[in-house]
C-alpha cells in the first residue's frame, strides 16, 4: 500500500441517515442518481450527519435538500431499531468522502408523505443529486440500487413493509 493511505480495515463508517418516503397509494420514493445514470442506480432520500444533527434531523434535512420536500409535508412513521451497513467495492474504498470511510452506516427512516407530487422538486439540490424520480412498489428498492448496497436496502424494505 502506499505510504500515507490507509489500511481500508482501518477506515470508519460514515453516519448517514436516510427517508423511505411512501405515499398514500402504499408506493415509496426512488430517485436515479445524476452521477450513477450510466449505471441506472436508483436509491432512496440519504446523505451525512452533520456534527450536533440527530439522526432524524439528518435524514429530514437530506429528505429537503434531494426533493424538495419539506418535514411538515413528510410524517415520520417508524425509525429502523439497529443501523445498517455497508462497505464499498474495493475499487471506491479510500476514495470516496476523502478517503475517511470504508462503507457507510446508515439510519434509516419511514415517512408517509402528506404532499401531491407538485410538491416534490429533486432540483432543489444544488447540484442536484437526481436527474428523475419515480413511485416504485417496495420490494422493487432493492433491484433498483447499486449492487453494495442491496443488502442495505433488503433491510429497509422488510423493516417497514407491514407499515406502508
Not at 425509525?79 to 475517511?100: A, F, H, S
Request: proline share 6%; glycine share 8%.
Amino acid at each position: 500500500m502506499a505510504s500515507g493511505s490507509a489500511d481500508h480495515e482501518d477506515l470508519r463508517y460514515r453516519q448517514c441517515a436516510g427517508v423511505m418516503l411512501a405515499n398514500r397509494e402504499g408506493l415509496v420514493f426512488a430517485a436515479q442518481r445524476i452521477d450513477s445514470k450510466n449505471l441506472g442506480a436508483w436509491q432512496m432520500p440519504q446523505g451525512g450527519i452533520d456534527p450536533g444533527e440527530t439522526q432524524q434531523e439528518a435524514a429530514m434535512r437530506e429528505l429537503e435538500e434531494e426533493t424538495g420536500v419539506s418535514a411538515d409535508l413528510a410524517d415520520v412513521i417508524a425509525r429502523m431499531p439497529y443501523p445498517v451497513r455497508y462497505d464499498l467495492p474495493e475499487e471506491l474504498q479510500g476514495k470516496l468522502w476523502g478517503g475517511r470511510y470504508r462503507g457507510q452506516e446508515q439510519h434509516w427512516f419511514l415517512a408517509r408523505f402528506t404532499g401531491t407530487d407538485a410538491d416534490i422538486d429533486i432540483a432543489a439540490h444544488n447540484p442536484p443529486e437526481f436527474s428523475e424520480w419515480k413511485w416504485v412498489e417496495p420490494d422493487e428498492l432493492p433491484r433498483l440500487i447499486v449492487p453494495f448496497k442491496r443488502e442495505v436496502y433488503r433491510a429497509v424494505v422488510k423493516e417497514f413493509r407491514s407499515l406502508i
